[in-house]
């Protein structure tokens, strides 16, 4: 991150995949901009970044959801591109991993690491915090 750079955390949790792609699509958008950017996913946020989920393609969606899965990119590759060409980082909620007994193994390959709210309240600081 560049001296000037600002910086940008979004928590999501939902697991309606309009949000999740929005939220992707932002987070994306911003680290290519020059911006930091967390990505901390929560509750049922996590459910879309499942490995199970991924590949029985059971994602919560509405009308918009349905047209994003036949014709944009897909999220887990907005956030590697983001993640390839910026600063993004995504963090997982250790509490909604802890109480549905998931590891970070059972998560795509997107997560930098998985973290408590506190931990990302001090990765946040300074920045401006968007909720999806």
């Known amino acids: 991150m560049t001296e000037n750079a600002q910086k ?8 309606e995949l ?18 930091e950017v967390n990505l901390f ?16 393609g059971r994602f919560r969606t509405g009308v918009v959801g349905e047209a994003l899965r036949a014709k944009a990119q897909p999220f887990a590759e907005l956030i590697a591109n983001g993640k390839e060409m910026g600063t ?7 509490l909604a991993m802890d109480v549905m007994n998931w590891s970070k193994a059972d998560l795509i390959d997107v997560f ?11 990765i946040a600081a300074g920045g401006a915090i968007i909720t999806m």
Do not use: R, W
């Open 18 to 35: 309009e949000k999740v792609h929005a939220a992707s699509l932002i987070a994306s958008v911003a680290a290519m901009s020059g911006m």
């Open 88 to 94: 993004l980082k995504v963090y997982a909620c250790a």
């Open 41 to 56: 996913v929560t509750m049922n946020g996590l459910v879309p970044f499942l490995k199970s989920t991924q590949a029985e």
């Open 112 to 122: 930098d690491d998985v973290i408590g709210v506190s931990a990302f309240f001090n």
């Open 8 to 15: 940008l955390s979004i928590v999501l949790a939902s697991e």
